[in-house]
């Protein structure tokens, strides 16, 4: 740190990124990337872009938009695009809170949350989740303060229908409800259709994971036309460009291949099944993951002694050493040929134990 960085950054705790090792092939597990390429379509679209590089993209992504707003049966006027999710999160965070408004969320959730809600000076609370890890959709009845709800959650993919998520929305009419919806596309309910009936609903997705796209940054949120125009003002004053065009191409493409999506997805929740019941058999503990990984603690190894055993082996998942969850490791779920490695691994390491 330089004696220049000024006095409200100095406190900040960055977020940290799952590692992204170089030095061996390991099998990623840790990030939840999807193990499937991006379409073919998406490709070919961001390769013919390059060629106008020399050009500024659309400040107003009016093709992708456009598109996205069809998929998601709302008018255009109603999206927002964004350099991945995590850039419309900050975006809410900058525009709905402030000393008065906090910024309110399960103490158990996606860690960016906490990061955006220092970097922006905003006070936070945190809503402890039941015993169970499931959310205390009650405690949030009054919230006082901007909510923040990942559904379904992260690290231990457990997602709330619908109608519960709606409780929420109805009951904070003077505040802004925002849905990070990441995982959803692997088996979660949407809460798209509710942003028609309610105006301070914001629901937020990604490109990243069920799309294959973690590495072009793409995000967007759905709401009220009056909360578009909110975040569009943040982006305009942050950064008009925020969506390169090669990005923008590659989403037209991706959107323009629903059936490589929906097959991806299909594949992805085969093999969470295949790989949840293996390991229960192997006499693992594990949530109702309706995402694209698993959160999962054995009955006698340990979190991170399971984290260490599997890295050391070339597998990489994700361990967070925060007290209630440190028993558990979220591990990605990808192909079907890593999910068997992942399982031989695992039985090789309980083997030796013995
Ligand atoms: C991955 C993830 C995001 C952000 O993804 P982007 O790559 O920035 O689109 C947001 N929320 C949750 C809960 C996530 O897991």
């Not at 590692?19 to 990337?33: D, G, V, W």
């Not at 709330?160 to 990441?182: F, G, Y």
């Not at 490109?207 to 943040?234: C, H, N, Q, Y």
Request: aromatic content about 10%.
């Amino acid at each position: 740190m330089s004696k220049f960085l000024t006095e409200k950054y100095q406190k900040l705790k960055p977020y940290t990124p799952g590692e992204q090792p170089k030095e061996r092939e390991y099998i990623k597990l840790n990030t939840n990337e999807s193990p499937f390429p991006p379409s073919v379509q998406a490709i070919e679209r961001a390769k013919a872009e390059a060629e106008k590089l020399m050009l500024y993209p659309d400040p107003e992504c009016k093709e992708l938009a456009g598109l996205l707003a069809e998929k998601c049966g709302v008018t255009p006027d109603r999206v927002i695009l964004t350099n991945g999710s995590d850039e419309v999160l900050n975006f809410a965070f900058m525009a709905y809170c402030d000393e008065r408004t906090p910024a309110v969320f399960a103490d158990i959730t996606y860690g960016f949350y906490k990061v955006f809600a220092d970097l922006n000076g905003v006070p936070y609370r945190e809503i402890p989740l039941k015993e169970d890890f499931s959310l205390c959709v009650d405690e949030y009845m009054t919230a006082d303060g901007t909510v923040f709800i990942a559904n379904p959650n992260a690290p231990t993919g457990l997602a709330l229908p619908r109608a519960e998520i709606e409780k929420l929305v109805a009951a904070n009419p003077s505040r802004v409800v925002v849905v990070d919806e990441a995982y959803v596309d692997f088996g979660g309910e949407s809460c798209i259709p509710l942003t028609e009936k309610y105006e301070n609903l914001l629901v937020v997705q990604t490109f990243s994971k069920s799309r294959s796209m973690a590495g072009a940054r793409l995000g967007f949120g759905v709401g009220s036309p009056a909360l578009i125009e909110d975040l569009t003002r943040v982006r305009y004053s942050t950064n008009p460009y925020n969506v390169n065009k090669m990005t923008m191409a590659a989403g037209i493409g991706a959107l323009s291949d629903e059936e490589y999506f929906k097959e991806n997805c299909r594949k992805i929740v085969e093999n969470r099944a295949w790989t949840a019941a293996e390991l229960t058999k192997l006499g693992f503990a594990l949530t109702d993951s309706k995402t694209n990984f698993l959160f999962a603690k054995h009955e006698k190894l340990g979190g991170e002694e399971l984290y260490q055993e599997l890295k050391a082996r070339g597998v990489l998942v994700r361990h967070f050493s925060s007290e209630p969850i440190k028993e558990y490791n979220r591990i990605t779920v990808g192909s079907r040929k890593q999910m068997e490695i992942l399982m031989s691994t695992i039985k090789t390491i309980l083997e030796e134990r013995k």
